[in-house]
Structure formats: C-alpha cells, structure tokens
C-alpha cells in the first residue's frame, strides 16, 4: 500500500486549501479512503471519511462544514478541500485506508502513508 499526500503548505486564516493523495499498491476503488491529521503534541485525528463511490460521507465535528472529501476512482486519488482555516488545522495531515471500523470512526484502524504538512498563520 502506498499512499502519498500533497498540496500542502503555509497559509492565512480564512485561506483555503486542496489536499490531494495519490493511491497505488491495492485496489482503490473498493475501500473506504479516509484522512487524519496529527498536529504537534496531539494525537492522530480522524478528520473524513468517503464510501467506496463516493456519496456517502462522514466527517469529524472539528472540520464538519468546512472541509470536503472526495475521491476519484479512476485515477485512484483522493481529495481534501479545506475551508475557512484557522491556526487549530495546523497539523501533518495523512491520507489513509480504513482497515477496520472499530465503534466509531475515531476508534477505527487505518493504514496511513506519508503525510503533508499544513501551517495556518494568523
């Protein structure tokens, strides 16, 4: 499995931002794909999560509203747009493939591949 993120970087509150994750390595299109973040001193964060096709969607409270997920199956990526950010999204943030849905999506377990890192500044 290998999962490599991108589009990260340095912006303002209020910005936005499009995160992208390049799959390969397993067959994309019949997982559910998700995205976690891990900000400096915390622990990793579920963030998103999208159905095999795409229309269903979940999302963690913290980013609800303001971030999209979103996936294309025939290029085997997935995507993050990102809303309306402020200083607490400042984090490594990871795509991932859900490995095994525990009670919730927070206590789930993901394989996740390289991370990008995201600096909002005020």
């Known amino acids: 499995v290998q999962l490599q993120a991108s589009g990260g970087g340095l912006v303002h509150t209020g910005d936005s931002l499009r995160l992208s994750c390049a799959a390969s390595g397993f067959t994309f299109s019949i997982h559910y794909m998700s995205w976690l973040r891990q900000a400096p001193g915390k622990a990793l964060e579920w963030l998103a999560s999208?159905?095999?096709?795409?229309?269903?969607?979940y999302y963690a409270d913290s980013v609800k509203g303001r971030f999209t997920i979103s996936r294309d199956n025939a290029i085997n990526t997935l995507y993050l747009q990102m809303n309306s950010l402020n200083a607490e999204d400042t984090a490594v943030y990871y795509c991932a493939k859900l490995d095994r849905y525990g009670t919730t999506w927070h206590d789930s377990q993901f394989t996740r591949g390289q991370g990008t890192q995201v600096t909002v500044s005020s």
């Open positions: 999208i159905y095999y096709d795409g229309p269903n969607t």
